[in-house]
């Protein structure tokens, strides 16, 4: 394979790494502070639906962004009374949130649009357009960082380069701001914030609709920007492998962008080579697509290191009287 057949597949890896990337993000918010939360799937395609949904009817590709994060905000809204307010199983509360959100798109989607459960295909302005950086054209000839720059870094939708932003951010955020460290102290002694007179309620809330709003994101760009529409069941997966990338980025934001690429990598890899002869063995076209999904089996069996999530994780608090 020659340099520009890499540049191409680590192109394709950032961009299959995005939805990743956003949706690790958001979990990595919502389990530092305590609440697991296995709804980041069904989020996803909420969101995934209604950004496609309102980018048809109205063209512009900011209103479909905004419906998908209000539609994810919804459905986090719903997790965190169940399982903040009324202290229910979290675990429990997203995997109703998954079936929810897999069954709501398709009956509503084929009673808007009559497609099987399908948005019309998004053109123009319902959709976000790739963005080239300056002086890419003009810097393409140079050898090695030409095509880096304007193969590998330009030409990706606005949204990509958010989540990228993203990362510092949430770094910043959780380990350099005190609303980040109480977040973090909420995930592990609640009772001890508790204490000092902050809201373990509010900033376990506050936690969630963060989540709600990055999985609003993931979904808006799985049908805006990777695809053109939306398709029934198109998160495929990915929320599950956000999770498992966010334990193996052992709840950190930088391991994160590290994880979620990987998977981006392997589904590029996937996707580029259907088939493949490893010493004179044919591969599977089958084995190389669910490469991104046996990885995340590996990670969830615990071959990848001790994990340690946050020690409140999962657990209800109970205000001491």
């Known amino acids: 394979m020659d340099f520009l057949g890499i540049i191409q597949i680590l192109d394709s890896s950032l961009r299959l790494a995005t939805p990743l990337l956003l949706a690790c993000l958001a979990g990595l918010f919502s389990e530092r502070a305590g609440i697991f939360d296995i709804g980041l799937e069904g989020k996803m395609l909420a969101s995934a639906f209604m950004s ?9 590709v900011w209103l479909g962004l905004l419906a998908g994060i209000v539609a994810s905000m919804a459905l986090a809204l719903i997790h965190g009374v169940a399982s903040i307010t009324f202290r229910g199983n979290q675990l429990i509360s997203g995997v109703a949130i998954n079936f929810l959100a897999s069954g709501l798109t398709v009956v509503i989607g084929e009673a808007w649009f009559s497609l099987g459960g399908r948005t019309p295909q998004l053109e123009g302005r319902a959709r976000f357009q790739e963005i080239t950086l300056p002086f890419a054209d003009s810097l393409r000839d ?15 939708s606005i949204l990509v380069y958010a989540a990228l932003a993203l990362v510092p951010l949430s770094w910043w955020v959780l380990f350099r701001t005190r609303f980040g ?19 373990v309620v509010g900033l376990r809330y506050a936690a969630v609709m963060i989540c709600g709003v990055l999985c609003g994101v993931a979904g808006a760009y799985l049908a805006t920007a990777l695809s053109a529409g939306f398709v029934k069941e198109m998160s495929a997966g990915r929320g599950f492998i ?23 990598l392997l589904e590029a890899l996937g ?16 084995f190389m697509q669910a490469l991104p999904y046996i990885l995340t089996v590996v990670i969830l069996a615990g071959f990848v290191g001790k994990a340690i999530p946050p020690r409140a994780g999962g657990e209800p608090y109970v205000k001491e009287r």
């Open 52 to 60: 496609a949904a309102v980018a048809s009817f109205t063209g512009d």
């Open 142 to 156: 140079i050898p090695f960082l030409g095509p880096i720059y304007a193969d590998l870094l330009s030409g990706h």
């Open 181 to 199: 460290l109480r977040l973090r102290a909420v995930g592990e002694n609640p009772a001890a914030v508790d204490t000092s007179g902050v809201s």
């Open 242 to 264: 956000a999770l498992a990338a966010l334990i193996f980025a052992k709840w950190r934001p930088w391991y994160a962008l590290g994880a979620t690429l990987l998977f981006g």
């Open 271 to 286: 996707n580029r080579f259907q088939s493949l002869d490893l010493l004179g063995i044919p591969i599977p076209t089958q």
